[in-house]
């Protein structure tokens, strides 16, 4: 999930940004070149299903094309975690799901010399690699060369001044703990080029999974602007994984998709010139059709014309999406721009600690006994500023004042019979965060009456901001890692 937006979130295209695109629709069947790759996706976050990998194998075994597998499963949140793990212990700081996701292909991908990518390096690719070379020798496999990418760290002397010169007063060195450059395809390719099984990254763009090895395969020049266009945005469609085939789509009575619970994750085939299809995993659940795709090419998009990545600007304003046959999409009329001269960067700081808790109240009255236990957290702790949700009444929708919470008619709170209150706070001291998680416990006898089934927990945090660094200080590059 992806790189043009500073202020990264999670979010869904509003309907009419649709009407900025001119997508045409038809049952036209595209002939396929003879000359094609494919790109299977077995991931799309951090905590994806670890069963996916297989059937996206299998089914690009039995299209006998060359093949790449991507795992995706690195997010702002995701590299914070991970940094923070790292510090914890030097060994760890890699996708903590990586022997699950890898270990049921690893063999038949050797095998069929499909090469496997992935940015579950995190913080640290080197101990991914370590753990992967681990995985075949348990599995008895032979030796694979596996590369990782590297440059996307900005951590040393040199890259704290870079950054203070680039953000000004808005680079607190005393808390910072790191930041990553979103880096792009180029050393993906080079490392496959150079003969590597697996490549392990961390911070690069998301698309770039699919681009580096499409790349190696077809031998693109790096400014053939169009056909790396067509190639980020295959890499875009297949980066959330089974979110272009219906799960982030499904909505039931609406927008309807077929075993949902077994959905199938996304495969493309693309040609030389960079146009492609887009499929799924078969014989599973799911659905690829226009509406799906239509719906992800838009995802985390300011501007169609102009979708920024480390690699290329694609501008997907006269896309074409056609539908040419079951479960299978060709887009084409992708076109590329020059990259842009500066690359996004995340910058981590010490947050201080998180504090949560929560209680349920149910039965007659349980809104108001809620709403009283609220009140009751907000004098004992005045100096603490508590956002408060009361699940089953307003969470989603309220606001961390609480003025929205504060608004609702106490006809409407009365009428609630099944209402969990969540506390939250933070805090620079890890002993007044932890003040609060003793005061929602306490609520267990201290009132009001009914509170149970409480929860607790404290962990500290790493808040962080974005920065744009110019392209010529950040050096992308690869190293292979020998097993130990």
């Keep these: 999930m992806q790189y043009d937006s500073l202020n990264r979130q999670p979010h869904r295209r509003d309907r009419d940004r649709q009407q900025s695109v001119s997508f045409l629709i038809d049952q036209t069947k595209r002939v396929p070149h003879m000359n094609t790759f494919l790109v299977g996706s077995a991931a799309g976050f951090s905590g994806d299903r670890t069963d996916a990998a297989p059937a996206v194998v299998d089914t690009m075994i039995r299209r006998g094309r060359p093949a790449a597998l991507i795992f995706e499963t690195l997010a702002e949140r995701t590299l914070a975690l991970a940094q923070l793990a ?10 903590p799901l990586l022997a699950d996701m890898l270990s049921p292909v690893l063999a038949q991908c050797l095998r069929h010399r499909i090469r496997i990518v992935s940015n579950f390096g995190a913080a640290n690719p080197a101990g991914a690699a370590r753990r992967i070379h681990q995985l075949a020798a348990e599995q008895g496999l032979p030796k694979p060369r596996i590369a990782i990418v590297s440059g996307d760290e900005i951590a040393n002397a040199e890259g704290k001044a870079l950054l203070r010169a680039q953000m000004g007063e808005g680079f607190d060195e005393t808390r910072f703990v ?21 490549v392990v990254c961390g911070r690069v763009a ?13 031998n693109w020049h790096e400014h053939d602007w169009d056909r790396l266009a067509r190639a980020t945005m295959a890499g875009h469609l297949l980066e959330c994984g089974a979110q ?7 909505d039931p009575g609406y927008k309807d998709v077929p075993d949902l619970a077994r959905v199938g994750y996304p495969i493309v085939e693309i040609d030389e010139n960079g146009d492609f299809d887009i499929g799924k995993s078969e014989p599973t659940g799911g659905i690829i059709d226009t509406r799906t795709v239509t719906e992800q090419l838009l ?14 600007i694609a501008d997907i304003s006269n896309a074409e999406v056609r539908q040419t046959g079951n479960n299978r999409v060709a887009v084409t009329g992708i076109r590329g721009h020059a990259r842009p001269a500066r690359l996004k960067a995340n ?10 808790g929560e209680i349920s109240y149910a039965g007659p009255r349980a809104g108001a006994r809620a709403r009283l236990a609220m009140d009751i957290l907000r004098q004992r702790l005045p100096h603490l500023k508590i956002r408060f949700d009361l699940i089953g009444v307003m969470s989603v929708f309220g606001d961390d004042d609480g003025a929205q919470l504060n608004a609702i008619d106490a006809g409407a ?6 209402v969990r209150l969540r506390a939250a706070c933070t805090h620079e001291d890890k002993h007044g965060a932890a003040l609060l998680l003793r005061e929602v416990v306490a609520l267990y006898t201290c009132g009001p009456a009914g509170g149970g089934g409480v929860r607790t927990s404290l962990r500290s945090r ?12 950040v050096s992308e590059q690869f190293s292979f890692v020998e097993q130990e």
């Design 462 to 473: 790493l808040n962080a901001t974005s920065c744009e660094v110019p392209r010529e200080t």
């Design 347 to 356: 910058i981590f700081y010490e947050g201080g600690w998180l504090a949560e």
């Design 413 to 418: 709170l009365a009428q609630a019979s099944d």
């Design 86 to 95: 790292r510090r914890e212990n030097p060994d760890a700081g890699y996708e």
């Design 206 to 218: 998301d698309p770039s999974l699919t681009l580096g090895p499409v790349l190696a395969h077809f």
């Design 178 to 198: 790191c930041a990553n450059a979103y880096i792009g395809a180029a050393a993906i390719a080079g490392a496959i080029r150079a003969g590597a099984d697996i």
């Design 299 to 312: 995802y985390e998009l300011h501007d169609p014309a102009a979708y920024l990545t480390p690699d290329v």
């Design 244 to 250: 272009v085939t219906g799960g982030y789509f499904a």
